[in-house]
């Protein structure tokens, strides 16, 4: 029996996917999988018996993933579960800041007590104009699930869409329009496009990309979209490009005392994967990532660990080892088995940076001699017997 503690509320279209293998806990010390969303589990002890994170959502800045990985816990993401729902929310973003829908909405509310509202209102439109956004450039830097729909989407609303990504996969790649004019160095989006929207993950070199070196070189009267990360933008040289004029607005998802409130940002509080849809679909991909690992040791999606998937296991056992990626340890897990007369029928390895993990399917049943042997090479960070 598996046991999964759920430290946010996880949609059931999700939950009722468990089999009767599975059990939901409240106490997290006992859990062999955690299903999270929002909660920071960066002042967490992380359970002993832990074996698998799968975070309802693609950002994972509130899981300590290095301590994961030293530990043989496994960090799950579910990216382009939300897609969808975020670019629906980047193309409101960018017509809320063509017009000023906002002001004009206002402007009725303050003024539903007047007879003559819709005389009035007539008088005072002129004051929320805006342009369209049909003909206009945008920018989309990063193209992975999010940023192809956004700028394939905005392809389709008649705008002139230029896409910058060093790493563009050859999934994405497939997916992306051929009207996206695909551009080499990103400050030709800087230079060209009337709107910039960027869907990057915050590394340590995207940290503040958007700032006031970026800011100018970008064209006067740009708009900036930001539903990735608000530490992608250097919100005080945002600010300052408002109050010069070289920006006339800033929308973000991510609300926060720089920000909110300031005239020309257009502020919403991360609404961008709150849809029912989003938070089903990374509710069904989180359980069944975390369900195909503890089941069969295979890891896909995962944040810390590399891709590796060999199936379901039709041998006696299988095992899954968690070690630092260096030279020689390959050889010393196969002498392990083979001092013991253990018969090894597949077996892969793959690395990510400076870890690695390797599962072993063997013909007869791994003995606990056996796994105290794997445990104690220099380098192992956990043996997991998957079967």
């Known amino acids: 029996m598996y046991k999964i503690n759920c ?27 955690i299903l999270v969303r929002s909660a920071s589990m960066h002042e967490m002890e992380i359970p002993e018996g832990l074996l698998a994170v799968a975070r309802a959502g693609a950002g994972v800045n509130n899981i300590p993933l290095e301590k994961c990985a030293e530990k043989g816990v496994v ?27 906002i002001g004009g909405i206002d402007w009725v509310r303050d003024s539903a007590d007047n007879a003559e509202i ?11 104009a805006g342009t369209e956004i049909m003909g206009k450039k945008l920018g989309v830097i990063g193209l992975g699930a999010i940023g192809v729909k956004v700028a394939n989407a905005a392809v389709a609303l008649g705008m002139e869409v230029y896409g910058y990504d060093p790493y563009l996969s050859v999934n994405a ?3 992306l329009s051929r009207s996206v004019k695909h551009v080499l160095n990103v400050d030709d989006i800087y230079a060209d496009c009337d709107y910039i929207t960027i869907h990057v993950p915050l590394l340590d070199n995207t940290r503040g990309m958007i700032n006031a070196v970026s800011i100018a070189k970008m064209k006067e009267g740009v708009v900036i979209l930001n539903f990735a990360r608000d530490l992608l933008a250097n919100e005080k040289d945002v600010l300052e490009g408002l109050q010069s004029g070289k920006i006339a607005r800033y929308v973000s998802d991510f609300p926060n005392p720089t920000t909110a409130g300031q005239k020309g940002c257009i502020v919403i509080p991360h609404l961008g994967a709150s849809t029912e849809e989003s938070e089903d679909n990374c509710a069904v991909m989180a359980v069944e990532e975390i369900m195909d690992y503890l089941e069969n040791g295979n890891i896909r999606n995962s944040v810390n660990y590399p891709a590796c998937d060999m199936g379901i296991c039709a041998k006696a056992g ?23 007369g253990i018969n090894i029928s597949d077996m892969t390895n793959k690395s990510r940076g400076e870890v690695a993990y390797t599962m072993i399917d063997v013909e007869s049943a791994p003995t606990a001699e056996i796994i105290e042997a794997l445990e104690k090479i220099d380098g192992v960070f956990r043996v997991r017997v998957v079967k």
């Open 7 to 33: 430290l946010n509320p996880i949609a059931d279209v999700g939950l009722k996917n468990f089999s009767d293998k599975y059990q939901i806990t409240a106490d997290v010390q006992e859990a062999d999988g």
């Open 75 to 101: 960090v799950f993401n579910t990216p382009g579960a939300n897609a969808n729902g975020v670019k629906e929310l980047v193309l409101a973003g960018m017509l809320l800041a063509a017009r000023d829908v």
């Open 118 to 128: 819709a005389k009035a209102a007539e008088k005072e439109k002129k004051k929320f």
């Open 173 to 175: 790649a497939w997916n």
């Open 318 to 340: 299988r095992v899954a080892i968690f070690h630092k990626n260096i030279p020689n340890l390959i050889t010393q897990f196969t002498a392990a088995f083979g001092v013991k």
